[in-house]
Nanobody, 118 residues
Framework: QVQLVESGGDLVQAGGSLRLSCAAS????????MGWYRQTPGKQRELVAS???????NYADSVKGRATISRDNAKKTMYLQMDNLKPEDTAVYYC????????????WGQGTQVTVSS
């Protein structure tokens, strides 16, 4: 079993920066990919960035050039560095992990709130 816990969300001014963290506990054997999603009321949860076991990264167009996803294997932690934050970045950010162990298993964190004031 895997548990994911996000942290780092805060209230910041437009143009500021945040680093979100996602700490994983339990066995992550078979790790395939991890990603950050965000969701605002009335909108579908959307992918912000992802990183694979082969370190391939992917970013939503809305955050390209402003976000960097990374992971620290020793700490079993994934990060999302966000710079030049905009009010439209305001959302609850969720950590997601996909594990392959014959079958596909997915896990979600509880979310961390990011609020960007104009």
């Amino acid at each position: 079993q895997v548990q994911l816990v996000e942290s780092g969300g805060d209230l910041v001014q437009a143009g500021g920066s945040l680093r979100l963290s996602c700490a994983a506990s339990g066995s992550t054997a078979g790790f395939d990919t991890m990603g950050w999603y965000r969701q605002t009321p009335g909108k579908q949860r959307e992918l912000v960035a992802s990183i694979t076991s082969g370190d391939t990264t992917n970013y939503a167009d809305s955050v390209k050039g402003r976000a960097t996803i990374s992971r620290d294997n020793a700490k079993k932690t994934m990060y999302l560095q966000m710079d030049n934050l905009k009010p439209e970045d305001t959302a609850v950010y969720y950590c997601h992990m996909r594990i392959l162990r014959g079958s596909v298993f997915t896990f979600w964190g509880q979310g961390t709130q990011v609020t960007v004031s104009s």
